[in-house]
């Protein structure tokens, strides 16, 4: 008897809609090649990042106690602590994982899966190969990350985000070839772990998804935290040394210089896992290597979707695969969903300050036609941001003039990347920026400054 779904990886995309489909009463297999589940993010992208975040967060306090009027002598780093730490979230959360499915009753197999057509999936594992069949299937085989041309990672000195989640020490040096939220936020973690940090970007800005404003906030941040940034930049000649790697650097002015370090990690994008997946049995039509979908996330194949990394024209975030589970199986199984609307997907980077966003920069509103107002509210003016000694940043809220629609709103700042859920809220229930003036705000919190924010765009802030 076929199944009715079968589900192809367990990222946080494959194993949500695997548990929603057991949840709808489908009979569910989910087919995973790693011994663990939870995919890149919960394995080796995500949470042991944010994990690492986190302990730098804390050490930060430890190492400016003195401003906080606590007296802490010769404080230590013990990296494999922190390393021991990472892991058994990851191990914990893998579990957990793994008994939601079960509670689910969704079926977990190991192997690696290939498309035969027809509804017919092949599983290879260490006791053979298997045939499948279901009137449905889920391709969520995410992605990894991309090598510069020429380069292999290694676990000494050339490393992706997995190399550099295995280190057992510090580095005392780091350089780090790509500034969007994976350089950016390993180079907030080591920065703040002693290690010499330089970025190198070859686009004109930092973080160059986000609002203008933020990439140049983040920019002056870094710098003021000594690490170094080189935007509009080139790195060129990469070489191992005996003790590290060297590279010529060209900055955007044209100069040229030799920099080298312990380590480099290369943080240039991912790209999607479609080559060995057997798309070429099925009629699933690729897009530079994604797939592409419909607004129900079905493939050109009959009964094949795709969710996640692999599909072309949404960003590569965790919570939009999760969303895009939901609306394939709901689909599947004849339940109303919502097609995900870009416009109301929250962005978040980890970095200190934290960056949130929402909807269109002032850039792109300005390029739809509209006639835009701006809200601009710095943390300098947050009772709280103050109390936490974190002032550096703003709540930047994008709207048109007209109707006072919440076009965007991107933040930098402490906590940011919590505060944007007011934001995603209220653009998701159409509240104008007047409904959100009006909203009270707890007082002392970071998030009044979301409503300060608001104010702003009609002048009318009160503590800036």
């Known amino acids: 008897m076929p199944y009715d779904l079968i589900v192809i990886g367990s990222g946080p995309g ?52 003195e401003a906080e009027g606590i007296s802490v002598t010769n404080p230590v780093l013990n990296y494999p602590k922190v390393k021991e730490r990472k892991d058994g979230i990851v191990n914990k959360h893998a579990k957990g994982v793994e008994m939601l499915l079960k509670r689910a009753k969704v079926e977990r197999i190991s192997g690696y899966a290939t498309l035969k057509g027809g509804g017919k999936v092949e599983v290879q594992s260490d006791s053979g190969a298997q045939t499948l069949e279901a009137k449905n299937i889920i391709v969520a085989t995410g992605s990894e990350a991309r090598m510069i041309p020429g380069l292999q990672p290694d676990p000494e000195f050339i490393l992706t985000n997995i190399e550099i989640l295995n280190l057992n020490a510090v580095p005392k040096s780091l350089i780090i070839i790509g500034a969007g ?18 970025v190198v970007e070859m686009l004109p800005r930092m973080v160059p998804v986000e609002d203008e404003d933020v990439s140049k906030e983040l920019e002056r941040v870094f710098k003021k935290q000594k690490i170094r940034v080189e935007t509009g930049a080139r790195a060129d000649n990469i070489e191992r040394t005996g003790t590290g790697v060297k590279l010529t650097l060209t900055t955007k002015d044209g100069k040229q210089e030799i920099l080298q370090a312990e380590k480099l990690l290369v943080a240039v994008g991912r790209k999607p896992n479609t080559d060995r997946v057997g798309l070429e049995n099925t009629r699933v039509q690729l897009d530079r290597g994604f797939i592409k979908v419909d607004a129900n996330q079905q493939t050109a194949e009959p009964g094949v979707y795709a969710i996640g990394d692999v599909v072309a024209g949404t960003p590569q975030l965790a919570h939009v695969a999760t969303r895009e589970g939901m609306i394939a199986v709901a689909h599947m199984a004849g339940k109303p969903a919502q097609p995900i609307n870009r416009n109301r997907i929250p962005g978040a980077t980890y970095t ?39 002032h550096d940043g703003f709540i930047k809220v994008v709207a048109d003039e007209t109707y006072g629609e919440i076009l965007g709103v991107h933040i930098i700042g402490p906590e940011g990347f919590e505060l944007i859920a007011e934001a995603v809220t209220a653009m998701e229930a159409e ?34």
């Not at 087919?31 to 394995?43: V, Y």
């Open 181 to 198: 939220a994976v350089g950016v936020e390993f180079a907030s973690i080591f920065k703040r772990f002693g290690t010499e940090v330089t």
């Open 352 to 390: 200190t300050p934290g960056i949130g966003s929402v909807g269109l920069t002032e850039a792109q509103a300005r390029a739809q036609g509209y006639k835009v107002r701006i809200g601009k509210f710095p943390f300098a003016g947050d009772s709280r941001a103050t109390i936490l000694g974190n």
């Open 14 to 65: 494959g194993y949500s809609a695997a548990i929603r489909a057991g949840q709808y009463g489908l009979k569910t297999a989910l087919i995973e090649k790693q011994s663990k589940l939870g995919g890149t993010c919960l394995l080796v992208g995500c949470i042991p990042t944010k994990s690492l975040l986190h302990t730098a967060d804390v050490w930060d306090h430890f190492v400016h106690a």
């Open 431 to 464: 509240a104008t920026v007047e409904v959100m003036m009006q909203t009270i705000h707890a007082h002392p919190t970071l998030y009044e400054a979301v409503g300060e924010a608001f104010n702003a765009v009609y002048g009318l802030s009160i503590n800036a």
